[in-house]
């Protein structure tokens, strides 16, 4: 089964899945088979009304045989049963003719399964399409049926912001609070949704430079400024008066790292290297102290606590643009653990190390640091395997994305019968 593809793409391809190649048809012959797949009611259609709908300007005899051109094209590539034709002048797709991903979205709204109705909706129905040669009701068809669809989309992704939220999962709401803004960048209630969730999840900073963000655009856009209850809520954000919100209890909840299972370890010796996320070099700073002697525990402890200094000290030079208010309004910290290259291929050190640092790092009321699925799905996004070696520039990018003030990464060598970070 063919599969036509209309929300950001405008495409048929030859499988159901959408992964065949396209079949380079026409752009008025792939509007038409939109048309007989979405316009309501749906069933058959009569070809006159097809004929005045697709070739306006066109004689009835030219028109119809248009008409019957491109249906005849149309047929070759969903198939002889794909079509459905009647004596009396009507034509429609045949139940199962063609996979569609409006009407898959659409069946997901309608049994509320939210999730799946955002995943489908990647962009805009036939986002700046144009059909040359159709009539203005054509075009206002395929307006209104893009205005439903991106508003349903938007609050499905409301929806799925709260489902993710009451589960406590955190960082699901947000970024379904965040999708909700890319559907639809200029309706202010999802922009305040956004920036409650931002500032519920600790976020503070972020929730600020997102609101800035829109009040430029809106100003650039339409010369506009937001609305009193938009200003409010940034207020209550800058000022510490907005009181968050909790996620509830759940075994739902996204956990951190595991310990470390139980090795036996070499000495270390410590360099540590901690960046900010925004800044443009890292800064490094040496604790050059041999631990030798030290159990393995106490060891990764010393080294939690050499990357918090360090890290706290880049993240305030970050923000030392900032109000003190907006500063103590942040009382939780994110930060991102990188896995160390391992210089001594084998030993499986590089994991074990950062898992170790991830885990002392989340003991502190200060920190929390991204887990593996927060950053695997971010590397998703940027679209890089998630078994990508991060480097500094590609780090620095997650923990921009994901809210992090800073990042952790370093390496692994073996001198000496030593393992030195």
């Known amino acids: 089964m063919a599969r036509l593809l209309t929300l950001g793409r405008f495409e048929l391809r030859g499988d159901s899945a959408g992964s065949g190649a396209p079949t380079g048809t026409q752009p008025k012959r792939l509007a038409l088979l939109t048309y007989l797949a979405l316009a309501t009611p749906r069933g058959l259609h009569r070809r006159d009304a097809l004929m005045a709908l697709f070739w306006p300007e066109s004689g009835t005899d030219e028109a119809r045989s248009a008409l019957r051109q491109a249906l005849h094209h149309l047929r070759q590539h969903l198939g002889d049963g ?124 972020e929730a600020l430079s997102v ?50 299972p139980e090795a036996a370890m070499p000495p270390l010796a410590v360099p540590n290297a901690v960046a900010a996320a925004g800044s443009p070099t ?43 208010v907006a500063r103590e309004a942040r009382p ?10 391992e210089r001594t291929p084998g030993r499986g050190l590089g994991a074990l190390v950062a898992s170790a640092i991830r885990v002392d790092l989340a003991q502190s009321p200060m920190l929390r640091v991204l887990t593996t699925a927060q950053v695997s799905a971010t590397l998703k996004l940027l679209s890089q395997p998630v078994e990508v ?12 994305r994901e809210g992090a003030s800073g990042f952790v990464m370093g390496e692994v060598h073996d001198v000496g019968g030593q393992v030195v970070l």
């Open 82 to 205: 794909g079509l459905e034709t009647r004596s009396d002048d009507r034509v429609g797709l045949a139940t199962g003719g063609v996979s569609c991903d409006a009407l898959d979205f659409e069946a997901a709204v309608a049994a509320g399964d939210d999730a799946r109705a955002v995943s489908l909706y990647e962009g805009a129905f036939l986002d700046a399409v144009f059909v040359r040669g159709v009539s203005p009701d054509f075009e206002e068809w395929a307006h209104r049926l893009r205005t439903r669809l991106r508003g349903e989309a938007a609050e499905a992704a409301g929806r799925l912001s709260e489902q993710e939220w009451n589960a406590g999962r955190v960082e699901g709401a947000v970024a379904a609070a965040r999708r909700r803004t890319e559907i639809d960048p200029e309706n202010e209630g999802a922009i305040r949704a956004l920036l409650g969730t931002l500032h519920d999840a600790g976020r503070t900073v």
């Open 211 to 260: 609101a800035e963000r829109f009040r430029q655009q809106l100003q650039q856009d339409h010369e506009l400024e937001w609305s009193r209850e938009t200003a409010a809520l940034v207020e209550s954000i800058q000022e510490g008066t907005r009181t968050p919100r909790e996620a509830p209890p759940t075994q739902a909840r996204e956990r951190e790292a595991p310990a470390a």
């Open 282 to 324: 890292p800064p490094h700073a040496p604790v050059a102290r041999r631990l030798a002697g030290l159990p393995r525990l106490l060891v990764f402890g010393a080294v939690a606590v050499a990357s918090v200094f360090a890290w706290r000290g880049v993240a305030a030079r970050r923000d030392g643009g900032a109000s003190p």
């Open 332 to 341: 939780v910290q994110r930060v991102l653990v990188t896995d160390f290259v």
């Open 389 to 400: 070696s991060i480097d500094d520039s590609l780090a620095r990018e997650i923990a921009i």
